[in-house]
């Protein structure tokens, strides 16, 4: 694990402990929806303290499972660890607020630098009363109390149609997406660029779309190559629901990494716009594990496309995981490489 994702992992568990402490002395009873707790020390607290906790978890770290939307169902409180972007964060709140009763408590968990002291400034009337439990290490746990207010409580009521423009393609495509998914609403710079020099793919060819978002590059395949075998992969079930939708025939797989396609036929091609960040931290990480666990799921002659910041300098990491790497694309913002393992 690179340093970078040590120090995510580390603030993730430092603000789970301080809320943890926090809500073991509150106690709260009762049936309680946890949101985003990957530590586990918030969920463990609250069992202990005599609670019912039900989870809800829409990142798949880890191997946990993880779902687009909180089960249904009346509780009595719930506990949201401060999602990255406020547009996540808006949307998670109405779920969970759609799902308590007027004057149940709400407790919120995040880290100074993630702007937790701005949370309440974005409740959109669906809470008031806000006290600061705890302040601990840079981190913090907010209570508030749920108003009367309506809350769109659906994930479809989320539901956006955006037009793209793709390189090569005449007008713009319609697809699916939602608040606070990655370049929601636009066509991003780096994604641009990799379909401008996306090689030629060969009828029935096996395409992974790693890292897939909304599932915008394996959209652009589908409509370059209407009969390559397309599969999607992303750590959001928020992310693979509009990407079944944009791509209906392709196989969508739930996973932080390449580890959760399992046995199957290797790709002809790999194609990623890769996340380089975890909540607020930058973290190659997955980028790292992409390039060196790409072998193992490449057929011969197949190779691994992807695009990352030019600052990054992946140059080095593609050219010693493949012996011979091609440099597609260079702009002042952005690389594409093509690795091809010998």
């Not at 993730?12 to 009873?29: I, K, M």
């Not at 039900?54 to 880890?62: I, Q």
């Not at 409509?223 to 992969?233: F, N």
């Not at 197949?302 to 091609?326: E, I, N, P, W, Y």
Request: proline share 5%.
């Amino acid at each position: 694990m690179s340093r970078l994702s040590n120090r995510a992992t580390d603030r993730d568990s430092t603000v789970a402990g301080v809320a943890a402490e926090a809500l073991a002395e509150r106690r709260p009873q009762g049936r309680i929806l946890v949101a985003g707790d990957t530590d586990g020390a918030m969920e463990e607290a609250l069992t202990e303290g005599g609670a019912e906790v039900v989870s809800w978890h829409r990142l798949g770290l880890d191997g946990k499972p993880a779902t687009a939307w909180p089960a249904d169902g009346a509780f009595d409180g719930a506990v949201l660890r401060l999602p990255r972007g406020w547009a996540a964060f808006e949307m998670a709140l109405h779920a969970l607020a759609a799902r308590l009763p007027a004057g149940a408590p709400l407790w919120i968990a995040g880290s100074n630098d993630e702007g937790i002291t701005s949370a309440p400034k974005r409740f959109d009337g669906l809470a008031e009363g806000v006290e600061t439990l705890t302040i601990k290490r840079r981190a913090r746990l907010l209570e508030t109390r749920r108003t009367s207010d309506s809350a769109k409580g659906n994930l479809e009521d989320w539901r956006e149609t955006v037009a793209l423009p793709l390189p090569g393609r005449d007008g713009a495509l319609d697809l699916v997406s939602y608040p606070g998914l990655f370049a929601h609403g636009r066509l991003d710079p780096g994604t641009e660029c990799l379909l401008q020099v996306l090689p030629e793919i060969a009828a029935g060819t096996a395409v992974l779309d790693f890292g897939c978002g909304a599932g915008v590059i394996a959209r652009a395949v589908r409509e370059r190559t209407p009969d390559a075998r397309l599969t999607l992969l992303d750590i959001d079930a928020v992310a693979l629901h509009a990407a079944r939708q944009n791509v209906p025939d392709a196989e969508c797989v739930l996973s932080d990494g390449l580890s959760g396609l399992g046995a199957r036929e290797r790709f002809g091609l790999i194609v990623s716009n890769p996340p380089l960040h975890r909540g607020k931290d930058e973290d190659f990480g997955m980028l790292e594990a992409l390039v060196a666990g790409t072998k193992q799921y490449l057929k011969l002659r197949g190779s691994l496309v992807a695009v990352t910041q030019r600052t990054a300098g992946v140059g080095k990491l593609f050219k010693t995981a493949f012996g011979h790497a091609d440099l597609l694309l260079e702009t002042p913002q952005f690389q594409v490489w093509k690795g091809t393992p010998k």
